[in-house]
């Protein structure tokens, strides 16, 4: 299928932001992981400069961007902090909640555009009908693994299941549970300090809950049974856009690592050695293998990202076809990023081991980002299942 790039107006803006603040904010790392989530002023930088507005309807406010500029800036991003990618990735993917929203409530929200959202879509949280003040919504109660960004963030949503007065799960017409997504304001959240990992520190993703919350019916919607703004970005699937930021993450990561090692190469002498690094044939062939599995991961994803953009502009819907193409895409680039990486950081030899090397944030970052859900190895059982032909539930493509 041939495709073409989608022009973006406001891509190189973005990607010079994305350039700028990175690089500011990898001079502020030892602050970010000791902090254990991004500086709150981080966090309204990245909003101001639009980053946190990229998949936010422009109908209220926000950019919306296409698919491929989104995986762009936040892949140019991640070639200099991880966390501050990941948490622009994660703010943009819970803005696309907007497009489900009733339009009074998506306004009252997101029209902001210094508003920050984050949240998880599981549904670890439980919901029932009740009214307040004469307002229909939800009482809620829940707690959320997977919090990043949140505690930068202005509204937090966490999946529910909504429960019946029997206390049953209400159902869709299909028969399977009806998942929604409650939005909260960040003084309904309570926060549990219990983020202490080995890489992305600075993503801050603990664990939220909340306690008999009421949540407005028009801050509320599903991504599964709601309709969502008709609009080309808004047929990509919620878990196919989670899965691409992912992706782009990692795409980031492996850069800054290559990069880290071709300039270390040309100033390090290894032991008993009379020779830079760089003069080394192993090195020379390590570098030019993971150039090359590296551009070639990227285009995979960029091509099915095009792909499916074409589709869902021209037909109005993503098929199967492409969903499964993004998934493996996505899911191949990061298991590539990871070896990449792993290949630097070897070769680095005893200068990568040290807290102050880019290689040494890289190896704890990547590793951090290859335990994502959206990219584990059952990834490869369902897509593989679709192309033996397999009857195959698609639910999470």
């Known amino acids: 299928m041939h495709t073409v790039a989608v022009p973006d107006p406001q891509r190189e803006a973005l990607l010079a932001a994305a350039d700028e603040l990175g ?15 991004l500086p709150q002023d981080m966090a309204e930088e990245l909003a101001g400069a639009g980053l946190y507005r990229m998949l936010t309807p422009q109908a209220y406010g926000g950019l919306e961007v296409s698919v491929a500029t989104f995986v762009e800036v936040v892949e140019r991003l991640a070639r200099h902090e991880a966390s501050a990618a990941w948490c622009t990735f994660i703010t943009c993917t819970a803005s696309i909640l907007a497009a489900y929203l009733p339009e009074d409530g998506a306004r009252s929200l997101f029209a902001d555009p210094q508003l920050k959202a984050a949240g998880v879509f599981a549904p670890r949280g439980k919901a029932v009908r009740a009214v307040q003040d004469g307002v229909a919504g939800y009482r809620v109660s829940g707690r959320w693994a997977w919090g990043s960004a949140s505690k930068n963030a202005d509204v937090i949503l966490g999946g ?8 049953k799960p209400e159902t869709l017409a299909d028969g399977s ?60 699937p919620a878990f196919g856009l989670l899965g691409i930021g992912v992706g782009a993450v990692a ?18 002498t290894p032991q008993f050695s009379g020779k830079t690094l760089d003069q080394r ?55 590539v990023a990871r070896e990449i990486v792993g290949s630097m950081y070897q070769m680095g030899g005893g200068a990568a081991l040290f807290a102050n090397s880019p290689l040494q944030q890289c190896l704890r970052d990547i590793h951090v980002v290859s335990q994502h859900f959206m990219v584990s ?9 679709l192309f033996l032909g397999l009857d195959t539930n698609v639910s999470m493509l």
């Open 377 to 385: 190895e059952s990834t490869y059982e369902l897509v593989g299942r």
């Open 177 to 236: 549970v009806r998942i929604q997504a409650m939005v909260f304001r960040r003084d309904q959240v309570r926060w549990l300090d219990n983020w202490d990992t080995f890489g992305l520190l600075g993503s801050g993703s603990g664990e939220f809950e909340v306690q008999e919350v009421f949540v407005a019916a028009q801050h509320s919607a599903s991504l599964i049974a709601d309709q969502p703004l008709p609009r080309t970005l808004y047929r990509f």
């Open 160 to 167: 529910c299941v909504i429960l019946t007065d029997q206390g």
């Open 281 to 335: 044939p192993a090195a020379q062939q390590a570098v030019a293998r993971a150039e090359a599995d590296l551009r070639a991961a990227r285009a995979f994803v960029m091509e099915a990202v095009a792909q499916a953009w074409q589709e869902a502009e021209q037909r109005g819907v993503i098929p199967v076809a492409q969903r499964r193409d993004i998934r493996l895409a996505t899911t191949h680039a990061v298991d």
């Open 251 to 268: 795409l980031g990561i492996a850069r800054h690592a290559l990069d880290s090692l071709v300039e270390l190469a040309q100033v390090r």
């Open 23 to 37: 690089r500011r904010f990898a001079g502020r790392l030892p602050e970010i992981e000791a902090n254990r989530c």
